[in-house]
């Protein structure tokens, strides 16, 4: 069975740009998690999307967004990047709706530089 | 305000012996706590888990004790092994739901042969 998968792996980008991360869940799962890790810190929970819907998001400005699409694959954008939007991106999937925790599966990130 | 905090952020241990992980939270509300495990280009993965109805639960080689009077949980490992050297993210929710779990920063844990 494939795994959460991100892409790309490393993403470098200057300051103003837009960064578009794609995340592909395990096959089966319905709710897709984006989380952001930046350096020193605990993995902060930005996004939640389940059956193409945006259930929840953090405390995060709204130039961070995204979408699921029908084959519940999700992308998180961000706009107008700042440098201290660095960090790794991680997609966490899950079988149900509400998300278990123990079916709550990571994928590798996508390390996001923004210079 | 961080409301869950490892405050340690690395643990050297020697093979064999016993890895003790502490994490401390804020927020009573919070009932069931996770730990995850992060190696290098990898994405976390689920270790175990405990609800607010238990003070401890075990698995393996992995226990993991609640105190809710005193806020604060700890992963022991035991015996600790070279392969258990990476990062442990302890995590917290109101409620078993995905979406709710707030990280800590993580523990570099190294096990030394």
Redesign the interface.
């Known amino acids: 069975e494939a795994g959460v998968t991100q892409s790309p792996t490393h993403l470098i980008k200057t300051r103003g740009q837009q960064a578009t991360l794609r995340c592909s869940p395990i096959s089966g799962h319905t709710s897709v998690y984006w989380y952001q890790q930046a350096l020193g810190l605990g993995l902060q929970f930005l996004l939640w999307y389940d059956e193409g819907e945006e259930r929840n998001r953090g405390n995060f400005p709204p130039r961070f967004s995204g979408r699921q699409f029908p084959n519940y694959s999700s992308e998180l954008n961000v706009n107008a990047l700042e440098l201290e939007d660095s960090a790794l991106y991680l997609c966490a999937s899950s079988p149900k709706f509400p998300g278990e925790a123990n079916g709550y599966t990571f994928g590798s990130g996508t390390r996001l530089t923004v210079v | 305000d961080?409301q869950?905090k490892?405050n340690s952020p690395s643990l050297s241990v020697q093979e064999g012996r016993i890895s003790i992980l502490n994490c401390d939270y804020t927020n009573s509300m919070f009932d069931?706590f996770?730990w995850?495990k992060k190696y290098p280009?990898?994405?976390?993965?689920?270790l175990i888990?405990i609800s607010s109805i238990k003070d401890k639960n075990e698995d393996g080689r992995f226990t993991v004790f609640l105190n809710k009077s005193a806020k604060h949980l700890s992963l022991h490992i035991v015996p600790s092994q070279p392969g258990d050297s990476a990062v442990y993210?302890c995590?917290a929710?109101e409620?078993?739901?995905?979406?709710n779990?707030?990280?800590?920063?993580?523990t570099r844990l190294s096990v030394l042969p």
């Open positions: 961080q869950v490892q069931y996770l995850y280009a990898e994405g976390p993965t689920f888990s993210f995590a929710s409620g078993n739901y995905g979406q779990f707030v990280f800590g920063p993580g």
